[in-house]
C-alpha cells in the first residue's frame, strides 16, 4: 500500500488548527488504512488516539460503551484519561461510587456521561483525537429508532466539539455523514466540521503500487509498459488498491520479455484479467457494492438509486441529466429535479457515479462491466 503522505500530511495539518474532520470516502479506498496511520502518525506526536467502528451499532449507549472501552485500551493515556473520568463522575452520581468508569453507562444520562468522558480527555494534558468509522451507517440506524434522538446526539456532539477543543473528531464511513445529514436536513450539526475527501489512487500513485507489487506479490510476475498501464487504469477508473490488486493477480503476461527480464503484459493480457473478474465465481467482490444500496437506503431510495445505475451502465459514457430524468421519470413521475439531483450526488460520494462534461457516468469502468452483466434488466 502506498503511504499516501500527502493525505496524512494534510489531515494532520487541520488537526493542528483544532479543527475537526469529516472525511469524505468511497467505497475501496483504503479509508479505514488511512485513519490507522494518522493515528500511528500522531501517537509519534505525543496525541492521545482513539479508534472506534461503530459498524452494527443502534444506540447511545452501544456508541459511549464503546469509546469508553477503546480509551482503557489507549496505552499510558488509559490511566489519566481514566482518573479525570472518575473524578467527575463521581461529581455526576455522588455519594461514594468507585468501579470502571464503562459500569456507569446506564446509571446517569448518556450526555453527561458522554460530556464526562471528553472532558477528561480534553483535560488530561495532551492533544487527543477520536477516529470513528462508520459514522455515517450508525446514524441511520438511530433514525429507524428516532428522528429526534438522533438531532439531539449531533447536535450534542457539535457541541462537544466548540466545548473541548484539544480533542480532535475524524468521522468517516462507507456513507457521507452530510447525505444522511441533508435527508433529515440536519446539517447545521455538522458546521465546524472540515471537509476532507479521499479519493482513489491518482495515476501515478496507481503506477507505482503495480510496481511496488508486479514483480513479487502477484500469482504471475509480468511487465508493464505505458501502452499497458493507460489500458488498464482507463477500463479500471477506480483506481483503489484493492481493485488494482485483483487485476494485477490475474494478468498473466504473453509478450515478449521487457529489459527487467519478466514478460511484458500485453493489452489482451489485460482484457483477459478483467474478464476474468467478471465470471459469476468472483461476483462477491462487487456484492458489497449492490448490497450498499440495499441495506443502506429505504426500499423506495434504494429502487431509485438501481434505477439511475441500470440506466448509466449501458454506454461507457454514461448517460445526461435530461435522459436520466426522462427514463427514471418514466418508473417514478413523483421524482422532483431536486431529488434526482441528490441522488446523484449520495452516488458520487459514494464511488459509483462522476459527471465529465455533462454526463454521468460509473467511475470504474470494471464495475460498469458487472452492473451491465448481472443488473441490468
Excluded at 190 to 198: M, R, S
Excluded at 353 to 359: F, K
Amino acid at each position: 500500500m502506498p503511504d499516501r503522505n500527502a493525505e496524512r500530511t494534510e489531515i494532520r495539518r487541520i488537526l493542528s488548527q483544532q479543527a475537526s474532520i469529516q472525511m469524505l470516502a468511497p467505497r475501496r479506498v483504503g479509508k479505514t488504512w488511512l485513519m490507522h496511520r494518522v493515528a500511528e502518525d500522531l501517537r509519534a506526536q505525543g496525541w492521545t488516539t482513539v479508534f472506534i467502528d461503530l459498524e452494527g451499532m443502534s444506540t447511545e449507549d452501544e456508541f459511549l460503551r464503546e469509546l469508553c472501552q477503546k480509551i482503557e485500551e489507549c496505552g499510558s493515556a488509559a490511566d489519566r484519561v481514566t482518573a479525570h473520568l472518575s473524578q467527575r463522575l463521581r461529581q455526576l452520581i455522588g455519594g461514594g461510587w468507585e468501579g470502571k468508569p464503562v459500569d456507569a453507562i446506564g446509571r446517569i444520562d448518556a450526555k453527561r456521561f458522554s460530556e464526562a468522558l471528553v472532558a477528561a480527555l480534553h483535560d488530561q494534558g495532551r492533544d487527543a483525537v477520536i477516529l470513528v468509522d462508520e459514522i455515517a451507517l450508525f446514524v441511520m440506524n438511530l433514525l429507524q429508532k428516532s428522528e429526534q434522538a438522533t438531532r439531539d446526539l449531533l447536535y450534542h456532539l457539535r457541541k462537544l466539539r466548540q466545548s473541548y477543543p484539544r480533542v480532535r473528531w475524524i468521522m468517516t464511513g462507507s456513507i457521507g455523514l452530510d447525505a444522511v445529514a441533508r435527508r433529515k436536513r440536519l446539517h447545521g450539526a455538522l458546521v465546524g466540521l472540515d471537509i476532507f475527501a479521499l479519493e482513489p489512487f491518482s495515476e501515478t500513485a496507481a503506477r507505482a503500487y503495480l510496481d511496488s507489487i508486479r514483480r513479487k506479490d502477484v500469482r504471475w510476475p509480468f511487465a508493464l509498459d505505458d501502452r499497458g498501464f493507460v489500458h488498464l487504469a482507463r477500463e479500471l477508473g477506480w483506481l483503489s488498491p484493492y481493485y488494482l490488486k485483483l487485476i494485477a493477480d490475474r494478468i498473466r503476461a504473453t509478450g515478449g520479455k521487457a529489459l527487467c527480464g519478466l514478460p511484458l503484459a500485453a493489452t489482451a493480457d489485460i482484457e483477459a484479467a478483467l474478464n476474468d473478474l467478471l465470471k459469476p465465481a468472483y461476483r462477491e467482490y462487487f456484492a458489497t457494492w449492490e448490497e450498499h444500496i440495499d441495506k443502506n437506503f429505504p426500499q423506495e431510495e434504494a429502487a431509485l438509486l438501481h434505477a439511475i445505475l441500470r440506466a448509466c451502465c449501458e454506454l461507457p459514457d454514461g448517460d445526461t441529466f435530461e435522459t436520466l430524468q426522462a427514463r427514471v421519470g418514466r418508473l417514478h413521475p413523483t421524482l422532483s429535479v431536486r431529488a434526482l439531483k441528490d441522488l446523484l450526488t449520495l452516488l458520487v460520494n459514494d464511488g459509483f457515479l462522476h459527471e465529465i462534461d455533462g454526463r454521468w457516468r460509473f467511475r470504474s469502468g470494471l464495475l460498469r462491466r458487472y452492473w451491465l452483466k448481472f443488473l441490468h434488466e
